[in-house]
């Protein structure tokens, strides 16, 4: 049998496991061999394993090439024949290296219909087995070199090698995840944890997606900053009240560790004995991430399980990819990454962006108040603001529920930013911590008692037609606004 010989034909369902060399690394070559030839001869189904499997996974290096022209020639929109295939080995002149045409179209010959999940279990399986053994590799040698004072470290180290495993595989491959499907009334059932679930009183709910837009040096980094120590230190950041503190990660992927000391020395300073120092982290990844491969995911997650952040900083969106950020393929991958991290860790997000620039010969100031690049940032987020220079806060996106972010800023102050609040302003945040506190609907006669402000002046909050009307019926959920309205 010469390197590029079939082996027998390979059949999943009634072959045995394949016996494992213990000199060279786990693998199978019959399942290799299947799975190429499938492709092959079910073209349609390239884009199917490549979430099946990854290149890594492939061992042997004639196989890699078949596959990575595979997927060339299917990144041009054709699908992958077994002509088109052979055309590209021989473009890039990998032919005779995988074997020659002969070697190619045997694999077609091993391929079958049906069997593709199965060939690419075994694939990557035995993929798992390498990489197993490698890392229990590094641990006995990590175990064998270690002196009898560094032993503990030797075992975190060991044990960190391990978890790096299960982040990369998880506890299984390929499983096929079979439970029960809510009924609505199963849905409905039960005690009422449908409430609001706030990480800011008012502002921020767990798993919310905001995003903070504007133009360079406008002080969108300075806000966000200041929320994260403020939120830390159990600082409302527009109202000054006091919140519970909560845990805060800050992922800063554009400002050096100077500009950061600088920047963030005079918000500590003023949070003062409020702000407990393990509320807060920090970390600084000047050179930026790349959230479409899977290393900077599985930091990205792992930094996260570490930190279990109530609220994670993170941006400018630009410096989480590489690649053109007003394609999909690139900015779409961060998208799901920070919504994996906010299912898993139930944190809120508050990502930082970048406008575009003004387009054509319009004035300059007239540029536009989304995020630049992939047009889904446009629906990703709950909330989407635009802080203009002025300190105008103003949506760019219908907010998926009402909440208390102030029409204005102004800078200044004990902190680089301040709310400006009018008289009704400043009523609706009594009110809205009234109802808070006291934890089910409040009538508008007990909100005169409750908190000293007058029937006219909640009129003027929260009656019909008013600023914050909204935000009352969003808050209290089930009165009606004719309700209201009778009450008032």
């Known amino acids: 049998m010469t390197a590029y010989d079939l082996e027998p034909p390979f059949d999943p369902e009634t072959d045995r496991p394949p016996v494992l060399d213990p000199d060279i690394p786990p693998n199978s070559r019959g399942a290799e061999q299947a799975l190429l030839g499938t492709l092959m001869v079910n073209p349609d189904m390239a884009p199917l394993a490549a979430t099946l499997i990854d290149r890594d996974d492939i061992y042997r290096p004639e196989h890699i090439a078949i596959w990575d022209s595979i997927h060339a020639v299917t990144a041009t929109g054709a699908l992958p024949e077994p002509a088109l295939v052979l055309d590209h080995l021989t473009r890039v002149k990998e032919l005779n290296k995988v074997g020659g045409a002969p070697y190619l179209f045997e694999l077609v010959q091993a391929g079958r219909f049906g069997q593709l999940d199965e060939y690419a279990r075994i694939v990557r399986d035995t993929s798992r087995l390498r990489s197993a053994q490698e890392a229990t590799s590094k641990v006995r040698s990590a175990i064998q070199s270690a002196r009898p004072e560094n032993v503990t470290d030797a075992i975190e180290a060991a044990v960190t090698v391990m978890d790096q495993e299960l982040v990369r595989f998880g506890a299984s491959t390929n499983q096929r995840i079979r439970h029960h499907v809510e009924t609505i009334d199963e849905l409905l059932h039960g005690e009422d944890d449908d409430t609001y679930d706030w990480v800011i009183p008012g502002l921020l709910e767990r798993q919310e997606r905001v995003i903070i837009t504007a133009e360079e040096g406008a002080g969108k980094s300075t806000l966000l900053r200041q929320i994260a120590v403020q939120a830390a230190a159990g ?37 003062g004995h409020q702000l407990e120092s393990d509320r807060l982290r920090i970390e600084l990844r000047t050179a930026g991430l790349d959230l479409t491969t899977e290393t900077d995911r599985d930091w990205l997650l792992d930094t996260c399980r570490y930190v279990q952040p109530d609220l994670l900083l993170i941006g400018p969106i630009y410096k989480l990819a590489n690649g053109d950020p007003t394609e999909e393929k690139s900015a779409k991958p961060v998208a799901m990454a920070l919504d994996l991290v906010r299912d898993q860790i139930d944190c809120a997000i508050v990502l930082e962006a970048h406008a575009a620039k003004a387009t054509g010969n319009g004035n300059a100031r007239k540029r536009p108040h989304e995020p630049y690049g992939w047009s889904g940032w446009m629906r990703w987020p709950e909330v989407g603001l635009w ?9 760019w996106r219908g907010a998926r529920e009402e909440r208390s972010w102030p ?17 009704v302003d400043k009523n609706w945040n009594t009110i ?57």
């Open 235 to 271: 600082i409302h950041p527009f109202t000054l009240e006091a919140i519970t503190p909560i845990t805060v990660l800050h992922i800063d992927v554009e400002n050096t560790r100077r500009q950061s000391r600088r920047r963030y020395r005079p918000l500590r300073f003023q949070a």
């Open 387 to 395: 802080l203009d220079r002025d300190g105008t806060l103003s949506p």
């Open 407 to 423: 029409f204005t800023l102004q800078r200044g102050g004990i902190w680089p930013w301040a709310a400006v609040l009018s008289d």
């Open 432 to 488: 809205r911590r009234a109802r808070l506190d006291h934890g089910e609907y409040l009538s508008i006669r007990e909100l005169v008692k409750q908190t000293g402000i007058t029937k006219a002046q909640i009129e003027r909050a929260i009656g019909p037609a008013m600023p914050y009307k909204n935000q009352w019926l969003s808050l209290n959920g089930t009165p009606s606004q004719r309700s209201i309205e009778d009450e008032l």
